[in-house]
């Protein structure tokens, strides 16, 4: 049957298989037009910049940069642990209280310094200031305490330094001061009125 239908039409069949090999042949043509354009395009990006530079040597060295970066950023992540550890013990905290030797001297002239690391630990230093001069005491604090007895002030800077409160420490013993001055001069008034 097929037989026959190609034998009474074999003028359309041969044709009809003319024309696909005619538009197979220009599909194939359109192909490598588009594999050789595909193929420069490649070509031109593989050697972007000279015959000797391609793609697959810029990836290379890029990954050799890669490379060095992680080199020097573990090196880095280990100076930053020596950076760490010597910070803890350096001086972190620091705590300030002025005070006046005696009552008689004003201007409060007189003061304690703690200067402490992470651990509490460092010095107090206590200067005192007389009239004939003034002196400087330092005392070793480790962990918060120390082995010599504490003044009152030494106490309050060590606490201001662990807590890092010196400025409110120092607001309120002025406040504090400039309280008793009040009440001095009031007394005294007080007192010269009833002399008089």
Known sequence: MILDFIETHIVIVVTSMLALMVIFM????LAMLEVRR????FDRFMRPNSKNHNLELQL?????????????NDGMFEDLEDIKKVLRTSIQKVGIVKYNTFDDIGGELSYAIALLDQND???????LYYR???????????????LSPLSEEEKEAITAAKEN??????????IIKKRKRELLRKKNNKNAKENA
């Open 26 to 29: 220009l599909l194939f043509i």
């Open 132 to 146: 004939d001069g003034s002196y400087t005491y330092a005392k070793q604090i480790i962990a918060g305490d120390c």
């Open 60 to 72: 290379m060295e890029y990954l050799e940069e890669v490379r060095d970066i992680k080199k020097k």
């Open 38 to 41: 595909l193929k420069n395009k």
């Open 165 to 174: 409160i010196s400025n409110i420490i120092f607001k309120e013993r002025m």
């Open 121 to 127: 630990s460092g010095i107090v230093l206590n200067s």
